[in-house]
């Protein structure tokens, strides 16, 4: 009964003191491992500064959460009562990143209830994990280099493009085609993965030069794309 202490109100509290510090300084821990692997890790447009920095606070406001409840029913069931009236109208536009928010509560658990090896082991396969599927690009598609738009004029001769294409790339895959509406030109996407004693630039700048071909436009398609 050393560790317990009784609040001014005569509430018994499950902490002690320093156990209490140990527990948020382990949640801020966590919560920075998580925030540093969703920016390391992320792919596509909608990085969000704000949303790393949510990670952070979620673990610790989590952590709190469960050092106010405790082993008190009563106190869980005033805290869901409270937190009912906040509305949360932030869409999120990667579905990943709700597996963070999970990861950042999971882990403000564990430090909040003082499991903290659960909480080092959980950061670290958490960690793991997205690194691994990070690293091999796990569940794309097309495991290609660029995405190759360009305009080509109907009436001019494929043939030339596709030689520049051929040259410069080890594999390409026509993607879509999409008529003008006056049906003179036509819009190309192509995925392709360039050969290693080829350029971005030189791809661009050969195309670029054709008379028949313009709008030429070469995209990392590292990233989740829609084409």
Do not use: W
């Not at 495991?143 to 410069?168: A, C, H, M, P, V």
Request: charge should be negative; include cysteine; aromatic fraction near 10%.
């Amino acid at each position: 009964m050393d560790n317990i202490l009784i609040s001014p109100e005569g509430n018994l509290l499950n902490y002690s003191h320093i156990e209490m510090v140990i527990n948020i300084v382990v949640s801020l821990a966590v919560g920075l491992i998580l925030s540093v692997v969703y920016r390391s890790t992320h792919k596509g447009l909608s990085y969000s500064q704000s949303f790393s920095q949510t990670i952070l606070f979620v673990a610790l406001i989590v952590a709190i959460i469960m050092m106010v409840i405790g082993g008190s029913l009563a106190r869980a069931f005033a805290l869901v009562g409270a937190l009912s009236i906040i509305r949360f109208r932030t869409v999120l536009k990667d579905t990943k990143d709700m597996s963070y928010i999970f990861a950042a509560l999971a882990l403000g658990m564990a430090a909040g209830t003082s499991n903290y090896f659960l909480a080092g082991i959980g950061a670290l396969s958490i960690t793991l994990l997205a690194y691994a599927l990070y690293l091999t690009n796990f569940g794309a598609v097309y495991k290609s280099e660029f995405i190759l738009r360009f305009r080509f004029t109907q009436s001019g001769d494929s043939g030339d493009y596709l030689n520049i294409i051929t040259e410069t790339c080890k594999r390409s895959n026509l993607l879509h085609m999409e008529p003008s509406g006056d049906n003179k030109t036509i819009g190309l996407t192509y995925d392709v993965n360039l050969r290693d004693e080829s350029s971005a630039k030189d791809l661009l700048s050969r195309l670029g030069a054709l008379d028949d071909i313009s709008e030429v436009v070469l995209i990392a398609s590292k990233n989740d794309i829609d084409y």
